[in-house]
C-alpha cells in the first residue's frame, strides 16, 4: 500500500530521484542509506513493475520514461512483462517515439518482442496516425519471423485506416482472406474509418460507409485460438482500445451506454457527425430501425453521436429532439448535457448560446457537475466567443471554480484571451484570478526529463 502511495507522487520525484543519482555520480560521492532510502521509491524490479502499472492505471504515461530511467540509474533489469507493460502504457497514452524506445530497448537486453508486442505497437501507429510506422513494425515481424494473428491484422486495419491509406487497407483485407480469416466487425469499422479519413471527402466516401454497414450483417468472427485476448484482458485492453474505436473510452461505462454488437453502426454514425454529413445519419438511422423491428433501440453511444451530426450541421432542432426523445426513456449521463451545450455554440448565435446555458443550468439542477474533461470541452468551445457579455464561458468558469475543478492549459489560455481582448480594467478579480491560474498551468505543465 505504502508503494502504491509513493507511486502518485512519482511526478515529482522521479525527476529528483534521477537528478539526485546524477549529481552523486559525478561527484564520486556515496549516498547515506537513509538519504538513499528517502528519496526512492523502489528497489527492485518487483516493485519498479508495480510502479509502473500504477502509472499506467493512472494513465500518466508521461512519467513511464522517467521512471523506466530511473530503474536503469539504479542498476535493476527490466523483466519481458515490464516491457509488456510499458509499451501497454505507452498505446494508452498515445506515445509512439516513446513506444518505440522502449521496444529498442527490448531488443538492446535480448529479449525479441512477440506477437502481443506488436499488436500493441501497431494499435499505438494507429493511434498516433503513422501508418507508416504500422507497414515498417509488418515488415519487422515478417523479418524475424513472427506470425500474424487475427488481431494483427484487425491492428494494422485499423492503423492504416487512420490515415484514410484505402488501397493499403484492401490489401490487409486480401491478405486475411488469403490467411482463410473472415472480415468481422472491427474489420467493418476499420473500412468505414479509412473512408472516413480519406481525402479529399466525395460522394463516394459517404456511399461506402453505407455499404459497408450493408456488409456487415453478414459478418464473421475471426478465426482465432482462445488465448489470442488472454493478454488483453491481462493487461486491461479491451478490443475497443486495441483497435482504436472511437467507443474505447465509454465501452466499459454501465447502463447500455455502448451495446458491443453495434460496433459498426457506432462507428458510421462518429463518421456522419466528423464528416457533417446529415444524409447519411437519417439512412443509418433507417437503416437501423429496420433492422431492430424487434423493439432493439439506440444505445447511448449512437445518440450522443447523433446530436453531434445535427449540431454539426447546424439543425438544433433534430438534436434536442433526440435528446428530449432519449430522456424520456432514461435519465441522459452528463456527457449528453454537455454534448448539446457545446454543439449548440458552434456559430456562436444567440440562440445556440441561450440553449448551451440552459442545458448547462439543467445538468446542474438534475446533480451533474462539470469534472475536468467537461469542463475543459465546454469552456474551450465558450471561450472562442466574439460578442455578447461572454456569459456562458464566465457561467462554466465560475463552476469550475467553485468546485475547485482547474481546466486543461488551452481552455484557460483562450478564456484569458478572450477577457483580455475585452473591454475589462486590468485589476478586475475574474482577470486577475485567470491570470493566476495560466500562470501556474503554464510553470506546472513545463518542459519534463523525456517529452514526445
Known amino acids: 500500500m505504502a508503494l502504491l502511495k509513493n507511486s502518485l507522487m512519482l511526478q515529482g520525484r522521479l525527476r529528483h530521484a534521477a537528478a539526485a543519482a546524477a549529481l552523486t555520480a559525478r561527484r564520486g560521492a556515496a549516498t547515506s542509506t537513509e538519504e538513499y532510502a528517502r528519496r526512492n521509491y523502489a528497489d527492485n524490479t518487483s516493485e519498479y513493475n ?3 502499472g500504477s502509472l499506467v492505471a493512472q494513465r500518466r504515461p508521461y512519467l513511464l520514461r522517467d521512471a523506466y530511467d530511473d530503474m536503469m540509474l539504479d542498476g535493476v533489469k527490466p523483466e519481458r512483462d515490464t516491457f509488456h507493460t510499458l509499451i501497454v502504457g505507452t498505446m494508452k497514452g498515445s506515445r509512439l517515439q516513446d513506444a518505440l524506445y522502449f521496444r529498442d530497448q527490448m531488443k538492446e537486453m535480448g529479449l525479441q518482442p512477440d506477437v502481443n508486442l506488436y499488436n500493441f505497437l501497431i494499435s499505438t501507429c494507429g493511434k498516433c496516425k503513422n501508418s507508416d510506422a504500422a507497414i515498417m513494425l509488418l ?8 506470425k500474424l494473428k487475427g488481431e494483427t491484422y484487425i491492428c494494422l486495419l485499423n492503423a492504416l485506416a487512420s490515415t484514410g491509406q484505402t488501397d493499403q487497407v484492401y490489401a490487409i483485407v486480401s491478405d486475411m482472406s488469403a490467411a482463410g480469416l473472415g472480415l468481422n466487425k472491427f474489420c467493418y469499422a476499420g473500412l468505414i474509418t479509412a473512408f472516413k479519413n480519406k481525402t479529399p471527402t466525395t460522394e463516394e466516401t459517404m456511399a461506402k460507409i453505407l455499404d459497408f454497414v450493408r456488409q456487415s450483417k453478414g459478418w464473421q468472427f475471426v478465426e482465432r485460438v482462445s488465448k489470442d485476448s488472454a493478454e488483453n484482458i491481462m493487461m486491461n485492453v479491451s478490443e475497443e482500445e486495441l483497435y482504436n474505436l472511437p467507443t474505447a473510452e465509454y465501452v ?13 453502426y457506432h462507428v458510421a454514425i462518429h463518421a456522419c457527425a466528423e464528416l457533417r454529413s446529415k444524409e447519411t445519419l437519417e439512412a443509418l438511422l433507417e437503416m437501423f430501425n429496420k433492422d431492430n423491428r424487434d423493439g432493439s433501440t439506440y444505445d447511448a ?5 447523433a446530436m453531434r451530426c445535427y449540431l454539426r450541421c447546424g439543425d438544433i432542432d433534430s438534436a434536442v429532439k433526440m435528446f428530449e426523445e432519449y430522456s424520456s426513456l432514461r435519465s441522459p449521463p452528463a456527457e449528453f448535457y454537455a454534448t448539446l451545450a457545446e454543439g449548440a455554440m458552434i456559430g456562436y448565435t444567440p440562440r445556440g448560446m441561450q440553449l448551451a446555458q440552459e442545458t448547462i443550468e439543467k445538468m446542474i439542477s438534475r446533480n451533474f457537475f462539470l469534472n475536468a474533461r467537461l469542463g475543459t470541452d ?9 460578442t455578447g457579455g461572454y456569459t456562458t464561458a464566465n457561467y462554466v468558469w465560475d463552476l469550475l471554480q467553485s468546485r475547485n475543478v482547474t481546466p486543461n492549459l488551452p481552455a484557460v489560455e483562450a478564456y484569458h484571451k478572450g477577457l483580455t481582448a475585452r473591454e475589462i480594467p486590468s485589476d478586475d478579480p475574474r482577470l486577475l484570478n485567470v491570470a493566476r491560474v495560466l500562470d501556474n498551468l503554464q510553470l506546472r505543465f513545463g518542459p519534463r526529463r523525456n517529452t514526445q
Open 139 to 146: 515488415e519487422e515481424m515478417k523479418a524475424h519471423g513472427v
Open 378 to 386: 465546454l469552456l474551450l468551445a465558450a471561450a472562442g466567443e466574439t
Open 252 to 264: 466499459n461505462r454501465r447502463g447500455g451506454f455502448v451495446f458491443k454488437q453495434h460496433t459498426v
Open 50 to 52: 508495480t510502479v509502473i
Open 301 to 305: 453511444y449512437m445518440v450522443m453521436q
